[in-house]
């Protein structure tokens, strides 16, 4: 509270600069916290508008605010209250010590102790610390006046629209840099270069929790519009930290992911399974032994598992483009699915398990390949009320 | 613990003002039901082909290009040597109803044919130079064939006046190669009903690769017609 009746003294002082008396009893009067005023001789030495001004001291909105605020920060104290005790209750029922308990293991407790099988993950059982869970919220807005601090405030997203007006004033500032760059003929910074290769800009959900603003697509279309601007200009790397914000790297490395050391099985052959290899409905493991003399063995039968010549072309691709072909045996369990995404599922196999088996220059060129990513694409589902997931019946006109 | 989630999620919408609720709703469950079957937009095309990797590596932009996500090559693609991107749209091409190994299997037997023919004409060859012209390759002979039907200019119709003009103007590499094949294919299926689609088929790319042929003569015909209307081709501008 002191705090804010600090911030009151300024503009309250140069407007009674000359009611010397008044003003002394005005703070005198609020800061022992009774805002009416019943004092006669008060309101006689006073003019009508340093009446108004004064009742407006804690505006209707600041009121509500603070209320609010208490409210929140009360049930917000609650809830972490209640998760901490919840917490330790987890801890004591997984026989582990409550004191470090992390949020890892409360994942790991809940999804031991409520096991799901709900196919969204976002549906099943959880347990977050409140936080997470309830939205962030803006500060006061406005000073007990119910004057707004920020300079946007009356387009409703004073967040937003600053992050724009900053982006067109960079804009400006590059374009005028280049200007004079140009104006003195000199030469452009060599090292001076803006990399946004490995990052992509912020999405939608991820810029509004961002800004604590709800914004529209077309709002975000146009942030978008103008990041892209600035980043595209020649000088855009002077304001690198500025775009820096408003980028996430996509950060999956596939080389940091560790690559498995093959085990040694009887015979002294070095050898590797895969599990889960997924592609449509097909599911299966596939197991690679090295030194080998390329047999392929699927379900027990050999590369005729397959009729299509097209099945049987995927089986062998990745073994044909790292060249190992003939070196390795290749042994696979497969079920479910067709006869496509069974393949497409031993082609994933075979080219996770020859990680093991190549140098890294194969590897990255396997990455370029695309061997290395997982086709998590599904049949998509049929609508209501269409023939198909995308189809629609031909247009009547009655 | 998670049903006393609920329960508080319940009893908060008193609490919390009614353009919060929705929010609250999409941080706990985030229904997503129309969950993206597609790719990201960054993830790069993959680059599978041996002699294509081979370029990449001579310009070093092979290690950059690692960086980011790749898709996974389509279930038709890969780096074997037989595999053709053109044989592949050809095959599309000819797919009805989603059968491909049908599709693949026509025009395997096309090119059969066209081996069979090219063989015995190179049998039949009496000197060693005319033997030397008799291109045996049946993938050579399709790509010869399309390169051959492909138009330079096509007609689009303009409005002009009330009146629709048949305007003269470029065409890009994608439209022409789809006209391409599809003349090839529309000249096979105008075909008696004894005659296979392999062997008819195997003609049309036989006379097409030759610059013969009904559908060599229907892209002339276009050329014709384009070169007739050219008083028209201010209209794409004016």
């Known amino acids: 509270m002191s705090l804010i009746i600090k911030h009151l003294f300024i503009p309250t002082k140069s407007l009674c600069a000359n009611f010397q008396q008044p003003l002394v009893r005005n703070i005198t009067r609020y800061s022992t916290k009774s805002p009416v005023i019943s004092s006669n001789n008060v309101l006689n030495s006073l003019t009508d508008w340093e009446t108004l001004n004064k009742k407006k001291k804690v505006s209707k909105a600041m009121k509500a605010y603070l209320e609010r605020a208490q409210e929140h920060d009360d049930f917000m104290k609650r809830q972490q209250f209640e998760y901490n005790i919840g917490k330790r209750h987890l801890a004591n029922m997984m026989g582990e010590d409550p004191e470090t308990f992390t949020q890892k293991d409360v994942d790991r407790a809940i999804e031991y102790l409520f096991p799901s099988g ?3 993950p976002a549906a099943r059982p959880l347990m977050k610390p409140p936080e997470e869970i309830f939205p962030a ?11 707004p601090h920020h300079y946007l405030f009356y387009t409703g997203k004073p967040n937003f629209f600053k992050v724009m007006f900053d982006a067109a004033e960079n804009i400006q500032l590059s374009y005028i840099f280049e200007d004079k760059v140009l104006r003195k003929k000199a030469t452009p910074d060599p090292d001076g270069t803006l990399n946004l290769s490995s990052s992509v800009w912020l999405t939608k959900d991820q810029l509004e929790q961002m800004l604590v603003e709800n914004i529209t697509d077309l709002e975000y279309d146009n942030f978008k519009l103008v990041m892209e601007r600035l980043a595209s200009l020649p000088y855009a790397y002077r304001h690198k930290e500025f775009i820096e914000k408003f980028r996430k790297s996509l950060g999956s490395q596939r080389f940091a992911l560790e690559i498995p050391k093959p085990s040694y099985d009887d015979n002294g052959r070095a050898f590797i399974t895969t599990y889960e290899c997924l592609r449509k409905k097909a599911r299966g493991d596939v197991t690679l032994r090295s030194p080998g003399t390329g047999k392929i063995t699927i379900n027990g039968k050999d590369l005729t598992y397959f009729d299509d010549i097209q099945s049987r072309e995927q089986v062998v691709f990745p073994l044909i483009f790292t060249g190992m072909q003939d070196k390795v045996d290749v042994e696979c369990n497969i079920e479910g699915g067709g006869p496509s995404g069974q393949a497409g599922a031993i082609r994933w196999g075979i080219a996770w398990s020859l990680r093991s088996f190549v140098d890294t220059d194969m590897l990255q060129r396997m990455q370029v390949a695309g061997l290395l990513t997982r086709d998590n694409r599904r049949r998509e589902r049929k609508k209501p009320g269409q023939p198909g997931a995308r189809k629609k019946a031909t247009w009547k006109k009655r | 613990m998670a ?3 609920k329960i508080i999620k ?17 941080v706990i469950q985030c229904r997503d039901y129309a969950r993206n079957t597609t790719f990201q937009s960054y993830y790069q095309n993959p680059v599978f082909r041996k002699e294509d990797q081979a370029k990449l590596i001579e310009s070093s932009e092979l290690s950059k290009i690692a960086a980011f996500p790749v898709k996974p090559p389509a279930a038709c693609e890969t780096s074997s040597v037989y595999h053709d991107p053109i044989v592949n ?15 693949r299997s026509l025009i395997e037997k096309a090119f059969e044919n066209i081996k069979r023919t090219q063989i015995e004409r190179y049998h039949l060859a009496s000197t060693q130079q005319e033997k030397d012209k008799i291109e045996l390759d049946p993938k050579k002979i399709l790509h010869q064939a399309i390169e051959n039907s492909k138009p330079l200019l096509q007609l689009t119709p303009i409005k002009r006046g009330g009146i629709t003009y048949q305007v003269p103007g470029p065409i890009t590499e994608n439209r022409s190669l789809f006209l391409a094949i599809k003349w090839l294919l529309e000249a096979t299926y105008e075909k008696e009903r004894t005659v296979h689609f392999p062997e008819q088929f195997a003609w049309e790319l036989l006379d097409a690769a030759s610059n ?4 060599v003569k229907r892209k002339q015909d276009l050329h014709r017609l384009c070169e007739a209307n050219r008083a028209y081709a201010h209209y794409r501008w004016q």
């Open chain 1, 118 to 120: 709900i196919y969204d």
């Open chain 2, 10 to 26: 319940k009893s908060m919408a008193w609490y919390y003002p009614n353009y919060l609720l929705p929010k609250i709703r999409g």
């Open chain 2, 89 to 103: 749209k050809v095959i599309n091409h000819i797919m009805e109803m989603g059968k491909k190994s049908l599709a």
């Open chain 2, 3 to 5: 049903n006393k989630m």
């Open chain 1, 137 to 147: 919220r803006k500060a006061a807005e406005f000073d007990e006046a119910g004057r």
């Open chain 2, 212 to 215: 013969s042929g009904k559908v």
